[in-house]
C-alpha cells in the first residue's frame, strides 16, 4: 500500500485535489470545478486516491463525495519520521 500512496502522491492535481478535501467532502463535480480536465479523467485520479486509502466515497443521493482518509496520511508520516531518529555517535 506504500507505493500506492507515494506514487498517488507524485502527481500534483492528486495532491491539489487532497488539499480541497482537507475542507471537508465534496463531489466530483465540485471537484471537478476546480480544473480544466474531463470528468473521466478527474474520475481517473479520484480512483487512484481510492486504491491508494487516502481518499474514501460516500453515495448521497445521486451524488458521490470524496473525502480524505487521514488514517493513511498518518500511516505514511510515522514511517517517515521512523527515519528520523538519532545518530549514532561514532
Known amino acids: 500500500m506504500l507505493q500506492e500512496t507515494i506514487k498517488a502522491l507524485a502527481d500534483p492535481t492528486r495532491r491539489r485535489i487532497l488539499e480541497l478535501l482537507k475542507k471537508g467532502p465534496l463531489s466530483a463535480g465540485e471537484l471537478g470545478k476546480e480544473f480544466d480536465m474531463t470528468g473521466a479523467t478527474m474520475s481517473h485520479h479520484l480512483s487512484i486516491l ?6 474514501q466515497d460516500t453515495k448521497k443521493g445521486t451524488f458521490i463525495y ?3 482518509n487521514t488514517s493513511v496520511m498518518e500511516d505514511l ?14
Open 50 to 55: 481510492k486504491k491508494a486509502g487516502l481518499a
Open 66 to 68: 470524496y473525502e480524505i
Open 77 to 90: 508520516i510515522s514511517w517517515v519520521v521512523s527515519f528520523m531518529g538519532e545518530k549514532d555517535e561514532q
